[in-house]
């Protein structure tokens, strides 16, 4: 047999050795960061122990973050997944119409995000062709999707969801076409009705392609960045809809506390870790029950 | 094999490409020698042929001097990238409007010395440890308040609003027409949320004791005090009448210009660069302006004088540098120039604007003018940039702050204290 | 009943084509009537805002262009190059330790660029290869190749063992056998790693920003934005940039589409 070793050396180890130095060590050096009072333009650097994990949960802008950020990450991850199911059952018929159905809703995955947060913020504005719309419906006082503080979180939620629901309508489209046709019609003969039939015959085969969605999902909510920045910056007011990844780079930019920006990065990395590992964990489980 | 040695050949041969096929957008570099980098940043009026050709006159003169031109990605995000790529190694020579906060405290900048500074009219604004690293170029007054004559005598509101009951009346009036007394903006623009609060607590405060900030570093008052609270609820009151459209705390800053040129609300608080587009952008109204009221008439008027270059300490040819930014911000032309692109007040000894400036630019000039002779300026709170300005990262917060009082999110109280606690951790 | 589930589908897909029409009806649009009317047809069309975006004296849109395409391609090729052979090694060796790294591999699609940006500008710094395409290639693998191993891992172990060991027993390398034989099986693998990178190193915003610094000159995004501070009060010219820089993704993904969505469940589904 080929040696284990050289296939290593070979075959995995350039891919590992750029991985351990531009994604690895950056994170050791940030963890270290996170140990201190690093700040650039306040030298010099001194150790401060776990200074700044304690602090941290004692920060009600942290905690709220955190807030934030998982609610931000359940709805990214339910909407998206269970809309996305829907369409694709709608739109897995052959023909042009679905064709071209299936390249309009992928669309949005390609476009950058700050270019779906100009798009969004342009229409849910307050003069916006939303409300104008609505107004034209007869809603006098139409919400103030991103000016609101009890709204803004969910049109910006609504917004990634806009932005994701293509993906998962694809994802579920490969996996419908994995189910064998057969199955489908021996389940009709035996009287089975649609809703019957989906739930016994495709639901399960559709196991792998809900855990790709759930885990691109959480992992993309849970980074969201660019549409904080770009439509709401974290407001409005304090907080409203500042995720942790927006915090991290306020904090160690704005106000040049890396030290403390590197203890939040870390605790958000367990946290994406630790969630990332026990969902995809119950998802293969559940794969393999099936 | 084959196949492998192929793609590794390709992509050997490309990453070698790739290095020869860098290009600098940078609209070319410049004259020759001595090559120095410069950091602009594009607004609407700013565009890049403002720049290049407000380069080129300083090159034609000094010819030995090399300019390469960088542009921060963001106008507003300019300083937090300047820091950015101080931290990557990338810090450039010469940035233009980049506060020096941070970076002079750390020893990355230059510090001018009297004589180079004799020119300017401020030549000690902004001190910070007792030195000067930032040209004091052109003073800019935040916020006088511009008004819609068309809306204010359509309501029936003569005369502008001197004092702070007078302003309330005329809001009222503007109200009870049904037109929104004050546009604001907020969104990704946060100081488009805070620029009243900015007026108040200038006027205000700094009124009474233009040494505010300067005691608030050093923990002699806090923004929980009377005083502060008092400005704070000042403001809320404004929206809590009715007075700020709640709903326009997420418009961006292009999008409540174009409102109030829209003629969507009656007063504009906003710096005086706004002169400049009410000039060239002709709405189908006339735009008058007036000093921010005061409580009892007295006049004060916040104004921030800097705005101009920062040379890096350890820039490779610093003399050059030096000479560059000296050059650009006394150059007539460029003044001339930078008063009509983007309605800067140059703070040169002996420069007046050119005759042909638009009206409202006229009107908002002769204010300042006035508070200079009357000697009533003081520092515009939140805009500050030296030791008696705000710690780095709480004008984010002061804006959120804002934000918080107009949609009634928070109350006064909750407001100062927020301030207070984030002050601490940005210590 | 049979126009049902066309007529559905099309309101459906209707409702979530707004916002892109709002995009494509403004591109042609005058600039003067977009804030004014922002939801009705061009008429008549103009293509002043895309030959403004395209005619910039200082080349912004082409330079960036180039730009671009060198970095994506490149990270790309070498990304599938990398992860199809990390992705080989871990889906036939089944001990602790590979878990282990897939578990570490994995971990690495949730970081977020933000946090570990200033440590990479560190590291970068030192191997002398900040401000350079190369370095932004090289970040973009280490960051990419998770997800890179992520689909391979899972198509290659679809691929029977055996068909690897037949051609060794005939003589061949176990690289002959990985590139003649394995990887064209990986088509549609290969198809969804190059698309999805491709989208994502394309659309990458902050690390070709802080990477390549201002005097390399600008990635099409960083351009964007860039210039969205001179146009902010022209969305004519905004929303032309917009689709011109979307524009090479799109025929990029019309191209791949059918290989891209066998590739995505391929692995797990053996579809």
Same mark, same amino acid.
């Given at each position: 047999?080929?040696?284990?070793?050289?296939?290593?050396?070979?075959?995995?180890?350039?891919?590992?050795?750029?991985?351990?130095?531009?994604?690895?060590?950056?994170?050791?050096?940030?963890?270290?960061?996170?140990?201190?009072?690093?700040?650039?333009?306040?030298?010099?650097?001194?150790?401060?122990?776990?200074?700044?994990?304690?602090?941290?949960?004692?920060?009600?802008?942290?905690?709220?973050?955190?807030?934030?950020?998982?609610?931000?990450?359940?709805?990214?991850?339910?909407?998206?997944?269970?809309?996305?199911?829907?369409?694709?059952?709608?739109?897995?018929?052959?023909?042009?119409?679905?064709?071209?159905?299936?390249?309009?809703?992928?669309?949005?995955?390609?476009?950058?995000?700050?270019?779906?947060?100009?798009?969004?913020?342009?229409?849910?504005?307050?003069?916006?062709?939303?409300?104008?719309?609505?107004?034209?419906?007869?809603?006098?006082?139409?919400?103030?999707?991103?000016?609101?503080? =009890?709204?803004?979180?969910?049109?910006? &939620? $609504?917004?990634?969801?806009?932005? !994701? +629901?293509?993906?998962?309508? @694809? /994802?579920?489209?490969?996996?419908?076409?994995?189910?064998?046709?057969?199955?489908?019609?021996?389940?009709?003969?035996?009287?089975?009705?649609?809703?019957?039939?989906?739930?016994?015959?495709?639901?399960?085969?559709?196991?792998?392609?809900?855990?790709?969605?759930?885990?691109?999902?959480?992992?993309?909510?849970?980074?969201?960045?660019?549409?904080?920045?770009?439509?709401?910056?974290?407001?409005?007011?304090?907080?409203?809809?500042?995720?942790?990844?927006?915090?991290?780079?306020?904090?160690?930019? =704005?106000?040049?506390?890396?030290?403390? &920006? $590197?203890?939040?990065?870390?605790? !958000? +990395?367990?946290?994406?870790? @630790? /969630?990332?590992?026990?969902?995809?964990?119950?998802?293969?489980?559940?794969?393999?029950?099936? | 094999?084959?196949?492998?040695?192929?793609?590794?050949?390709?992509?050997?041969?490309?990453?070698?490409?790739?290095?020869?096929?860098?290009?600098?957008?940078?609209?070319?570099?410049?004259?020759?020698?001595?090559?120095?980098?410069?950091?602009?940043?594009?607004?609407?009026?700013?565009?890049?042929?403002?720049?290049?050709?407000?380069?080129?006159?300083?090159?034609?003169?000094?010819?030995?001097?090399?300019?390469?031109?960088?542009?921060?990605?963001?106008?507003?995000?300019?300083?937090?990238?300047?820091?950015?790529?101080?931290?990557?190694?990338?810090?450039?020579?010469?940035?233009?409007?980049?506060?020096?906060?941070?970076?002079?405290?750390?020893?990355?900048?230059?510090?001018?010395?009297?004589?180079?500074?004799?020119?300017?009219?401020?030549?000690?604004?902004?001190?910070?440890?007792?030195?000067?690293?930032?040209?004091?170029?052109?003073?800019?007054?935040?916020?006088?308040?511009?008004?819609?004559?068309?809306?204010?005598?359509?309501?029936?509101?003569?005369?502008?609003?001197?004092?702070?009951?007078?302003?309330?009346?005329?809001?009222?009036?503007?109200?009870?027409?049904?037109?929104?007394?004050?546009?604001?903006?907020?969104?990704?623009?946060?100081?488009?949320?805070?620029?009243?609060?900015?007026?108040?607590?200038?006027?205000?405060?700094?009124?009474?004791?233009?040494?505010?900030?300067?005691?608030?570093?050093?923990?002699?008052?806090?923004?929980?005090?009377?005083?502060?609270?008092?400005?704070?609820?000042?403001?809320?009151?404004?929206?809590?009448?009715?007075?700020?459209?709640?709903?326009?705390?997420?418009?961006?800053?292009?999008?409540?210009?174009?409102?109030?040129?829209?003629?969507?609300?009656?007063?504009?608080?906003?710096?005086?660069?706004?002169?400049?587009?009410?000039?060239?952008?002709?709405?189908?109204?006339?735009?008058?302006?007036?000093?921010?009221?005061?409580?009892?008439?007295?006049?004060?008027?916040?104004?921030?004088?800097?705005?101009?270059?920062?040379?890096?300490?350890?820039?490779?040819?610093?003399?050059?540098?030096?000479?560059?930014?000296?050059?650009?911000?006394?150059?007539?032309?460029?003044?001339?120039?930078?008063?009509?692109?983007?309605?800067?007040?140059?703070?040169?000894?002996?420069?007046?604007?050119?005759?042909?400036?638009?009206?409202?630019?006229?009107?908002?000039?002769?204010?300042?003018?006035?508070?200079?002779?009357?000697?009533?300026?003081?520092?515009?709170?939140?805009?500050?940039?030296?030791?008696?300005?705000?710690?780095?990262?709480?004008?984010?917060?002061?804006?959120?702050?804002?934000?918080?009082?107009?949609?009634?999110?928070?109350?006064?109280?909750?407001?100062?204290?927020?301030?207070?606690?984030?002050?601490?951790?940005?210590? | 009943?049979?126009?049902?589930?066309?007529?559905?589908?099309?309101?459906?897909?209707?409702?979530?084509?707004?916002?892109?029409?709002?995009?494509?009806?403004?591109?042609?649009?005058?600039?003067?009537?977009?804030?004014?009317?922002?939801?009705?047809?061009?008429?008549?069309?103009?293509?002043?805002?895309?030959?403004?975006?395209?005619?910039?004296?200082?080349?912004?849109?082409?330079?960036?262009?180039?730009?671009?395409?060198?970095?994506?391609?490149?990270?790309?090729?070498?990304?599938?190059?990398?992860?199809?052979?990390?992705?080989?090694?871990?889906?036939?060796?089944?001990?602790?330790?590979?878990?282990?790294?897939?578990?570490?591999?994995?971990?690495?699609?949730?970081?977020?660029?933000?946090?570990?940006?200033?440590?990479?500008?560190?590291?970068?710094?030192?191997?002398?290869?900040?401000?350079?395409?190369?370095?932004?290639?090289?970040?973009?693998?280490?960051?990419?190749?998770?997800?890179?191993?992520?689909?391979?891992?899972?198509?290659?172990?679809?691929?029977?063992?055996?068909?690897?060991?037949?051609?060794?027993?005939?003589?061949?390398?176990?690289?002959?056998?990985?590139?003649?034989?394995?990887?064209?099986?990986?088509?549609?693998?290969?198809?969804?790693?190059?698309?999805?990178?491709?989208?994502?190193?394309?659309?990458?915003?902050?690390?070709?920003?802080?990477?390549?610094?201002?005097?390399?000159?600008?990635?099409?995004?960083?351009?964007?934005?860039?210039?969205?501070?001179?146009?902010?009060?022209?969305?004519?010219?905004?929303?032309?940039?917009?689709?011109?820089?979307?524009?090479?993704?799109?025929?990029?993904?019309?191209?791949?589409?059918?290989?891209?969505?066998?590739?995505?469940?391929?692995?797990?589904?053996?579809?």
């Amino acid at each position: 047999m080929w040696p284990k070793v050289w296939h290593f050396l070979s075959f995995g180890a350039p891919g590992v050795l750029i991985y351990v130095c531009f994604v690895l060590a950056p994170i050791v050096i940030s963890f270290w960061y996170s140990l201190t009072n690093y700040n650039p333009f306040n030298p010099p650097i001194s150790y401060v122990g776990w200074e700044n994990y304690f602090l941290l949960f004692q920060d009600k802008e942290f905690l709220t973050a955190l807030k934030v950020t998982s609610i931000l990450t359940v709805i990214v991850v339910v909407v998206p997944n269970a809309l996305g199911l829907g369409v694709a059952l709608l739109l897995d018929r052959p023909g042009w119409l679905y064709n071209a159905l299936r390249s309009v809703f992928f669309t949005p995955v390609i476009l950058s995000s700050v270019v779906v947060s100009i798009i969004w913020s342009r229409l849910l504005d307050n003069e916006g062709p939303l409300n104008t719309f609505l107004r034209f419906l007869g809603v006098e006082n139409p919400p103030g999707w991103l000016s609101d503080p =009890d709204v803004a979180l969910y049109s910006l &939620a $609504s917004i990634v969801c806009w932005q !994701m +629901l293509g993906f998962c309508v @694809v /994802v579920y489209l490969a996996g419908l076409q994995g189910v064998p046709q057969e199955l489908l019609e021996a389940a009709q003969i035996d009287g089975a009705g649609p809703v019957r039939r989906f739930r016994a015959v495709t639901w399960p085969l559709l196991a792998p392609s809900l855990t790709i969605n759930t885990v691109v999902l959480l992992i993309s909510a849970f980074k969201t960045y660019d549409y904080v920045k770009v439509i709401t910056n974290g407001g409005p007011g304090a907080g409203a809809t500042a995720t942790i990844a927006f915090n991290v780079l306020a904090t160690g930019f =704005d106000a040049n506390h890396v030290g403390y &920006a $590197s203890a939040m990065a870390i605790v !958000m +990395l367990l946290i994406v870790a @630790v /969630v990332t590992a026990v969902v995809l964990k119950l998802l293969q489980r559940r794969e393999v029950d099936l | 094999m084959k196949r492998v040695a192929t793609l590794t050949a390709a992509v050997l041969l490309a990453v070698g490409l790739a290095g020869c096929q860098v290009k600098s957008d940078a609209g070319g570099t410049s004259g020759g020698g001595e090559e120095i980098s410069f950091l602009t940043f594009e607004t609407p009026n700013l565009t890049p042929d403002y720049w290049n050709a407000a380069i080129k006159r300083v090159t034609d003169k000094h010819p030995e001097i090399k300019v390469k031109k960088l542009v921060a990605p963001t106008a507003d995000g300019r300083t937090a990238y300047a820091k950015q790529l101080l931290q990557s190694g990338q810090f450039p020579d010469v940035m233009i409007a980049v506060t020096p906060a941070g970076f002079a405290e750390a020893g990355e900048l230059y510090a001018w010395n009297p004589d180079e500074l004799k020119d300017f009219q401020f030549p000690t604004a902004n001190p910070i440890k007792g030195k000067y690293f930032q040209l004091p170029a052109n003073t800019q007054t935040i916020p006088p308040i511009y008004y819609n004559k068309k809306l204010f005598a359509d309501a029936g509101v003569t005369g502008e609003p001197k004092t702070w009951d007078e302003l309330l009346a005329a809001a009222e009036k503007l109200k009870a027409k049904g037109t929104t007394p004050f546009v604001i903006g907020g969104g990704k623009d946060g100081f488009a949320s805070s620029m009243i609060l900015a007026g108040i607590v200038s006027t205000d405060l700094y009124g009474k004791n233009k040494d505010w900030m300067t005691q608030r570093r050093e923990d002699k008052v806090k923004f929980a005090d009377a005083d502060f609270q008092a400005a704070l609820t000042k403001f809320a009151d404004l929206a809590n009448k009715g007075y700020i459209d709640k709903a326009s705390v997420s418009r961006d800053y292009a999008a409540t210009e174009q409102a109030f040129l829209d003629g969507k609300g009656a007063m504009y608080p906003m710096g005086n660069w706004f002169a400049a587009n009410a000039d060239t952008k002709k709405p189908a109204f006339d735009i008058g302006v007036f000093n921010f009221p005061t409580a009892d008439g007295k006049l004060i008027v916040p104004a921030y004088t800097g705005g101009g270059m920062i040379v890096s300490a350890n820039a490779k040819n610093l003399s050059a540098a030096k000479k560059f930014a000296l050059a650009f911000q006394l150059d007539k032309t460029q003044l001339d120039q930078s008063v009509k692109a983007d309605g800067l007040f140059p703070a040169i000894k002996g420069y007046t604007p050119p005759a042909d400036t638009g009206p409202v630019f006229k009107a908002g000039y002769k204010l300042y003018e006035d508070a200079v002779k009357e000697n009533a300026v003081v520092h515009t709170f939140r805009w500050e940039t030296a030791d008696d300005g705000l710690l780095p990262g709480m004008t984010d917060k002061v804006d959120q702050a804002a934000q918080d009082l107009i949609t009634g999110r928070k109350s006064v109280a909750d407001v100062a204290a927020f301030l207070d606690t984030e002050w601490n951790k940005a210590r | 009943m049979r126009w049902v589930r066309p007529s559905v589908a099309l309101v459906v897909g209707a409702i979530f084509f707004v916002p892109l029409y709002l995009v494509l009806v403004n591109v042609f649009k005058q600039g003067g009537k977009i804030a004014s009317s922002p939801a009705t047809l061009p008429v008549p069309p103009t293509l002043d805002n895309v030959v403004s975006v395209l005619t910039r004296p200082d080349q912004l849109f082409w330079v960036s262009l180039t730009n671009s395409i060198v970095v994506t391609v490149l990270s790309v090729i070498v990304l599938i190059v990398l992860s199809a052979m990390l992705g080989h090694y871990l889906a036939r060796t089944r001990r602790t330790w590979t878990r282990v790294l897939t578990l570490v591999l994995l971990a690495g699609l949730m970081i977020p660029p933000q946090v570990i940006l200033i440590p990479i500008s560190d590291v970068l710094r030192i191997a002398g290869l900040m401000a350079t395409l190369q370095g932004l290639v090289l970040f973009n693998v280490g960051y990419y190749v998770p997800f890179g191993v992520f689909v391979f891992t899972g198509f290659i172990r679809g691929v029977p063992v055996e068909l690897e060991e037949a051609a060794v027993l005939d003589g061949a390398s176990r690289s002959q056998v990985f590139w003649r034989i394995v990887f064209p099986l990986l088509r549609p693998a290969t198809a969804s790693v190059m698309i999805f990178l491709g989208v994502w190193i394309w659309n990458d915003f902050i690390d070709p920003l802080i990477i390549l610094g201002p005097s390399q000159g600008t990635t099409i995004t960083t351009g964007i934005y860039r210039s969205i501070g001179q146009y902010q009060a022209d969305l004519g010219s905004v929303f032309a940039l917009m689709a011109l820089a979307t524009l090479p993704v799109l025929i990029f993904y019309l191209a791949l589409q059918k290989q891209f969505v066998k590739g995505l469940t391929g692995g797990a589904t053996k579809g």
